[in-house]
T-cell receptor
């Protein structure tokens, strides 16, 4: 039972490079989310999706792009990496936030450093 | 702007004591609240959800909700060193979205 899978787990980028963080889920959830978590802080929503082909901005979308071509996959793209994007990135999926047992399922995270 | 606020801590308690973690929220219409535990370097895991005013108990954990005061808390009885983690409070923040507080770091010392 894989749940939410994120790759890579760790990555170091140089300023100005680009990369895609991968996220896939096998629970057939319509809702998917990308968060970033800076040291000592909570989770900030970057982008979310309510289904294939539909995405929208969260609190901190600048510098990122997403796409949702399938129900399973929700990749996050960094086009011009900046030191301010050094963070831990979590992908999550959801059937409904009113699911009392598990409103959101989280991946293990991607630790990204921009140098 | 809907907000969820927590004291960042650290909250330090001796082993066996009761740890009390607090959270306030701005949206009076919120109906559900969640407590997540996050160990260092790991992803958040849900430990409690609460929907009704009053207390909800699950083992050593008790969640308390007071909608009139817009206040939700988590009590951990008989705290263990393994409870040392960051505890995140979350509330609905729009259509099927959650807003997370900054988290309270709990340290349980032997």
């Amino acid at each position: 039972n894989a749940g939410v899978t994120q790759t890579p787990k760790f990555r170091i980028l140089k300023i100005g490079q680009s990369m895609t963080l991968q996220c896939t889920q096998d629970m057939n959830h319509n809702y998917m989310y990308w968060y970033r978590q800076d040291p000592g802080m909570g989770l900030k929503l970057i982008y979310y999706s309510v289904g294939a082909g539909i995405t929208d901005k969260g609190e901190v979308p600048n510098g990122y792009n997403v796409s949702r071509s399938t129900t399973e996959d929700f990749p996050l793209r960094l086009e011009l990496a900046a030191p301010s994007q050094t963070s831990v990135y979590f992908c999550a999926s959801s059937y409904s936030i009113f699911d009392r047992d598990q409103p959101q399922h989280f991946g293990d995270g991607t630790r990204l450093s921009i140098l | 702007q809907k907000e969820v606020e927590q004291n960042s801590g650290p909250l330090s308690v001796p082993e066996g004591a009761i740890a009390s973690l607090n959270c306030t929220y701005s949206d009076r219409g919120s109906q559900s609240f969640f407590w997540y535990r996050q160990y260092s370097g790991k992803s958040p895991e849900l430990i409690m959800s609460i929907y009704s005013n009053g207390d909800k108990e699950d083992g050593r954990f008790t969640a308390q909700l007071n909608k009139a005061s817009q206040y939700v808390s988590l009590l951990i009885r008989d705290s263990q060193p393994s409870d040392s983690a960051t505890y995140l409070c979350a509330a609905p923040g729009g259509y099927n979205k959650l807003i997370f507080g900054a988290g309270t770091r709990l340290a349980v010392h032997p």
